[in-house]
């Protein structure tokens, strides 16, 4: 088992720029992935990193623009987010998985465990 709960979110002008938290608490090696879901629309994959941080993953969307980084000292994982668009809004959140791949790491049900979520609104 592992717990994840987020932090970070706010609201910001389009173009701006916020960092997200997930602290980590529990033992194992997992995938972490981060998700955003807009209201009435379907979660999204937005990032995800390997076990050993070797290799980064990100939808097209958000490449060039978000950054996903561990502090394993501190157990937490970051999303450093810069030029935010109005349609980067919703609910961002981050989740743990044992295993996935390129054909299913942006799928949310391959993901057993995840945070409460954070808000992040971007206005125009």
């Known amino acids: 088992q592992v717990e994840l709960v987020e932090s970070g979110g706010g609201s910001v002008q389009a173009g701006g720029s916020l960092r997200l938290s997930c602290k980590v608490d529990?033992?194992?090696?997992?995938?972490f992935s981060w998700f955003r879901q807009a209201p009435g629309k379907e979660r999204e994959a937005v990032a995800c990193?390997?076990?050993?941080?070797?290799?980064?993953y990100y939808a097209d969307s958000v490449k060039g623009r978000f950054t996903f980084s561990k502090d394993n000292a501190r157990n937490t994982l970051y999303l450093q987010m810069s030029g935010l668009k109005p349609e980067d809004t919703g609910m961002y959140y981050c989740?743990?998985?044992?295993?996935?791949?390129?054909?299913?790491?942006?799928?949310?049900?391959?993901?057993?465990?995840w945070g409460q979520g954070t808000q992040v609104t971007v206005s125009s």
């Open positions: 989740a743990a998985a044992f295993w996935v791949n390129s054909a299913t790491w942006d799928q949310p049900r391959n993901f057993p465990f």
């Open positions: 529990g033992n194992g090696r997992y995938f």
């Open positions: 990193v390997t076990p050993g941080g070797g290799m980064t």
